[in-house]
């Protein structure tokens, strides 16, 4: 297992002297830790060049936010029991719509996939039961026609 502290002849962080290095900054070349290091796609900047905006940083597009696709999965079944005749389309959408971002990043922090689990598994069950009651409609209609 690799310590962050810097061994004698290995490269050190420029604002950490006693951290070891782990990548140099693209736009000036300074040294800096894991802790220091800031990653736009495959490039490692220092947090003053960040900061100052210099070179390829002032074009970064950092992402700040993600649309939380997990959480409009399953909340739209849910809210969609209000007005039940919509549960028609949103328990069918609901499993396409989370099969479709299944793929998509979650979150700037670490979540998991069980809330798109219980969106397609809500969904099912809504699918499911129109499937019933339709039947159950038609074989009443039948049976009482003959």
Known sequence: MQTETALEGEAACFDHPGKRAIAACRHCGRFVCALCSVEFGE?????SCVTAR?????TANP???RVLYDSIAVLAPWLS????????VTGPGTVVFSI????????????????FVL????GLAETAGWV?????VIARVGAGGK
């Open 81 to 88: 029991f209000a007005f039940w005749p919509v549960t028609i």
């Open 132 to 136: 019933l009651g339709i039947g159950y």
């Open 100 to 115: 479709l971002k299944w793929n998509k990043p979650l979150s700037l922090v670490r979540r998991s996939r069980w809330r």
């Open 63 to 65: 992402d700040t936010s």
């Open 54 to 58: 210099a070179g390829d940083a002032q």
């Open 119 to 122: 969106a397609i598994a809500t």
């Open 43 to 47: 490039e490692v900047w220092c947090p």
